[in-house]
């Protein structure tokens, strides 16, 4: 047996008893111990697979479900992390374009998914909230969604604003799904908090606490997150320049998720920006790898987790040698579907496999039926054009009703 084979005898029949019953099982002449493939399933399956382990009183589990930029790319979504306690509680914080898919891929009821703090009204933070906000009813959700982000320097630059205006676009759509589905998941609740306030506690509910420190990004606005539960700290930048706030507050945090750009030299090569723009953007409006470096350095978390850069073969070990120049600690270079499993004694690090034939969960409680009475309806000129084929909707009326046991009526209005 030659060392290769032998490393693979050991690793593929982790749970025999002993190596005399596996070698007995299988001499029948034909094949040997060191050449069959085992039929034991491995006891470590080193990923993630969402809906299947349960979360230990004491554990936050984090899940990177946006990592990118704010080009929209197959591979990563922009802004999104999804916080689990062990108590039950989940939360997420920003949802930039693209990740409302990742977040269905975990197999979490939307009831529980309602919860989203916004760091700033960047798309690439927001965009995918209209998605989790109507997706999520359509999806089951029968609680209102829940959304907590900063003012502006003026009422127009506020979150509130950008909420009242969100359902404004979505009028149509609103009140397209009222009579004809349960709309209770439609209600938002929105609060918005002063970009201003410095480690100023926004949410305290059921042994969590959350707060906001301002962050240096594009214009007044911007904020960062800190939440504690037990003896846990989580710490998240959304979009900031360096600055004495996170230094300050995110100290010490158990996983600290700073933005670290795309290196300046790559936004010229990759993304065939100017070399202006790109110093501009790379290292003034964001945070580059150097500079993430140096934040981690001071903030000495127990995991440093950098993100906001399309994390590919050939711009990683970039990004990892301008981040290695001004720090050496714990770092996860995170890409979508990273998680982390966070306890005061261990942080796992592994990447989640997910079921791309995703439905939406149940809802938590029971859902109604449609009150078709309150239906907008459509004018005269358009149900003038209706084929209703009455002998075919009959039919599906009544093998629903047969197969739920159920007594629904063909609508005649
Ligand atoms: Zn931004
Ligand atoms: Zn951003």
Not at 54 to 61: T, V
Not at 187 to 215: C, H, M, W
Not at 229 to 257: E, M, Q, V
Not at 351 to 360: K, L, R, S
Request: hydrophobic share 40%; with cysteine.
């Amino acid at each position: 047996m030659n060392r290769k084979s032998a490393v693979l005898f050991a690793s593929g029949f982790l749970g025999c008893a002993a190596l005399v019953a596996c070698v007995g099982l299988l001499s029948d002449g034909s094949a040997t111990a060191a050449n069959a493939s085992p039929v034991k399933a491995l006891e470590e399956q080193e990923v993630y697979y969402p809906g299947t382990e349960d979360l230990a009183p004491n554990e936050m589990r984090i899940v990177a479900c946006g990592t990118g930029m704010p080009n929209s790319r197959p591979k990563q979504a922009a802004a999104c992390f999804l916080v689990e306690l062990g108590n039950g509680d989940k939360f997420i914080f920003d949802i930039g374009s693209g990740s409302a898919e990742r977040l269905s891929a975990m197999k979490i009821p939307y009831d529980y998914l309602d919860k989203v703090f916004i760091g700033h009204l960047h798309s690439d933070h927001f965009g995918a909230l209209a998605d989790l906000w109507i997706g999520g009813v359509i999806g089951n959700r029968i609680k209102p969604l829940r959304v907590w982000g900063p003012s502006g320097h003026k009422p127009e630059f506020g979150t509130a604003y950008a909420m009242e205006h969100m359902q404004k676009v979505f009028t149509w759509d609103s009140g397209s799904r009222q009579g004809n589905v349960d709309i209770r998941g439609q209600v938002l609740e929105v609060t918005e908090f002063d970009y201003k306030g410095i480690n100023q506690v926004i949410y305290q509910e059921n042994g969590v606490t959350i707060r906001s420190i301002p962050a240096i990004h594009a214009l007044d606005g911007p904020v960062s997150f800190i939440l504690e539960w037990k003896d846990l700290k989580f710490a998240f930048s959304s979009d900031t320049y360096p600055n004495k706030w996170w230094i300050k507050y995110a100290a010490g945090a158990d996983i600290a998720i700073h933005e670290c750009f795309i290196t300046p030299r790559l936004l010229v090569e990759k993304q065939k920006w100017t070399p202006g723009a790109s110093l501009n953007v790379g290292t003034q409006v964001h945070t580059s790898p150097a500079q993430f470096g140096k934040v981690m350095s001071l903030t000495k978390p127990r995991m440093a987790v950098a993100y906001h850069f399309f994390n590919d073969f050939d711009t990683l070990p970039e990004q990892l040698a301008q981040v290695r120049q001004t720090y050496d600690g714990p770092l996860s270079m995170a890409t979508d579907y990273m998680v982390w499993n966070v306890t005061k004694d261990d942080i796992r690090v592994r990447m989640a496999v997910i079921d791309e034939d995703i439905w939406p969960q149940p809802a938590v409680g029971e859902k109604l039926p449609p009150d078709r009475s309150t239906r907008i309806g459509f004018s005269d000129f358009t149900l003038s054009g209706r084929e209703p084929f009455p002998e075919v909707v009959k039919k599906i009326y009544d093998e629903i009703n047969a197969e739920y046991g159920t007594d629904y009526k063909v609508p005649t209005d």
